[in-house]
């Protein structure tokens, strides 16, 4: 726990450190690299043009979207796992930073997705049964609803409630900030729900 034996000044740059390598992980574009792998064609000119797994599964191909849902989930979670050494900043920094990367990848001129599936990647590696209560929730909500932007929503709301519910304070923080992050990035599809257009699985 590197950071924490040292003035916050001094921790700044090892923060920093974090937060970069976990941007640089989130900014690989699993989607669009597997869709060009699949002979899928250029993910940016199909369905909504994001680059995640959503919109890779309306291209039909089920072990694309599968294969660009655990990537994307890994790029999430292997950030925070290898900077739980350094302790629950850096931890949380590192996955702050790749879910950045992700949604502004300077790769694509910092035109990502919206998300999700590192969101739970980064929750899941931060504390698991904490993760796992939050997927359960957004697959009661897609089941019920058929419409994934609703379950990352009620995922997004309630990840503070569960990491409180669960007694990791220390990272409550960090995920009210995702989960945020999460209404922002869905902001065009809350404008879609709100008008009753958007598209249902």
């Keep these: 726990m590197l950071?924490?034996?040292?003035?916050?000044?001094?921790?700044?740059?090892?923060?920093?450190?974090a937060f970069a390598v976990g941007y640089l992980a989130g900014s690989i574009p699993f989607g669009l690299?597997?869709?060009?792998?699949?002979?899928?064609?250029?993910?940016?000119?199909?369905?909504?043009?994001?680059?995640?797994?959503?919109?890779?599964?309306?291209t039909g191909n089920k072990l694309a979207a599968a294969l660009t849902l655990l990537l994307d989930?890994?790029?999430?979670?292997?950030?925070?796992i290898l900077f739980l050494g350094w302790g629950d900043l850096a931890a949380q920094a590192a996955g702050?930073?790749?879910?950045v990367g992700h949604c502004l990848p300077v790769w694509l001129r910092f035109k990502g997705g919206k998300g999700v599936a590192t969101f739970f990647g980064v929750v899941l590696?931060?504390?698991?049964?904490?993760?796992?209560?939050?997927?359960?929730?957004?697959?009661?909500?897609?089941?019920?609803?058929?419409?994934?932007?609703?379950?990352?929503?009620?995922?997004?709301?309630?990840?503070p409630i569960a990491f409180f519910a669960w007694g990791r304070l220390e990272a409550v923080l960090a995920v009210t900030i995702l989960g945020i992050a999460i209404w922002i990035t869905h902001r065009s599809n809350i404008a879609r729900l709100w008008g009753g257009q958007e598209n249902r699985f």
Excluded: C, Q
């Design 125 to 159: 590696a931060l504390y698991w049964p904490a993760g796992l209560t939050i997927a359960g929730i957004w697959l009661g909500v897609f089941r019920a609803t058929r419409t994934s932007a609703l379950g990352a929503l009620a995922a997004a709301t309630a990840v």
């Design 3 to 17: 950071h924490e034996l040292m003035a916050p000044e001094r921790a700044l740059p090892w923060l920093s450190l």
């Design 73 to 80: 989930g890994a790029k999430g979670a292997v950030p925070v």
């Design 33 to 58: 690299i597997l869709a060009k792998v699949f002979g899928l064609g250029d993910l940016r000119a199909i369905g909504s043009g994001n680059i995640g797994a959503t919109n890779v599964m309306r």
């Design 96 to 99: 702050i930073g790749a879910f």
